[in-house]
């Protein structure tokens, strides 16, 4: 059996990277469907989960390989999967279902330019409203968005950690450049890697509850065979996970499960700053839309124009309060990314007329490079 960490350091893409930070956070279960650009993590997932012990299996669909992840996590094991946008909008059901029943798992969205089939080798930025808001109803997770390979190793584990702590699914929102650049990733030891596992249930098995909140707000999770009496459901239901069809109950479940996220932003939110301090213009990226963002700055810089860079690690919750604080004493947002407007709307909403909000995008296919960024820092400011 080979080790589940390959310590040391590698020249791999950023899906081989993302599926070794999996195995590294403690990963030993991965279902899904292939499809362009996110195969490589499922390929790789295939050929080192038996080394570990680890089970890989192909499912017929996305839909199906949502829900197998849904129910090994339910038997205790770090589950994963991954797809593009055509299979995210098919997972999304089950997404909703993992976030009413309380099940940790991760799914990765390696993000390509759409609607529909579009442009299935060519990336794009265009899920991320779809990741907030795809499943039904109101509901509360966690996307994490990556810029580099070895970062999506790093956030991949982060993605596990937060997963467990606070038992919902959290999306991993790279996109195809991410995804297939191949850059070096370095591997730590496997005792330097911080791994979380979810709370998990003390005292009488005949008295547990399975859905009853911890000081934290988030309740034990027992696994499948251990002899608690569990019940789970996507009805409407109480502490015991019985269903309970009353406006009452709804919104005890709803406050639980909104409040858990709520409650720990200051855990959850995750930004890099750069050359913010004295920042007149604030350019707001993410993903490989940050990198090239970095260029632009710097560029602006010697041009004489103050600018600085807030890139996105944690996309949703959004930090919605760094931007409210920054938009008190600058003079503006430029908001960088691979779609027609949605973190932008994000921004403009949290800048609340402050301070004005302009969109540097493109509908998809290569990145937005600096000189775009460039100009309309020129013309606008």
Known sequence: MKPAVLTGEHFIVGDVACAEGALAAGCRFFAGYPITPATEVAEHMSERLPEVGGTY????????????????SCAGVKSMTSTSGPGFSLMMESIGLAVCTETPCVVVNVQRAGPSTGLPTQ????????????????????????????????????AFNLSEKYRLPVIIMTDEMVGHLSERVTIPKAKDI?????????????????????????????????????????????????????????ARMMHRLISKVRNNLDDIIMTEKYRLDDADIVIVSYGVSGRTSLAAVDEAREMGIKAGLLRLITVWPFPEDEIKRLARRVKGFVTVEINMGQIHFEVER?????APALLVGHPGGTIIPPESVLETLKQAF
């Open 57 to 72: 299996i192909q499912m017929e669909d996305e839909i199906a390989a949502m829900t197998a992840v849904i129910g090994a």
């Open 123 to 158: 990336g794009a930025q265009g899920d991320m409203m779809q990741a907030r808001w795809g499943a039904h109803g109101h509901n509360e997770l966690i996307a994490l968005s990556p810029s580099s390979p070895q970062e999506l190793f790093y956030q991949t584990i982060t």
């Open 194 to 250: 911080v791994t979380v596992s979810r709370p998990r249930p003390k005292g009488r098995k005949d008295r547990f509850k399975p859905f009853e909140p911890g000081p934290n707000g988030v309740a034990p999770m027992a696994f499948a065979g251990e002899g608690y009496n569990i019940h789970v459901t996507g009805l409407t239901h109480d502490e015991n996970g019985y269903p309970v069809m009353d406006v009452e109950t709804q």
């Open 350 to 354: 949290c800048a609340m007329g402050m």
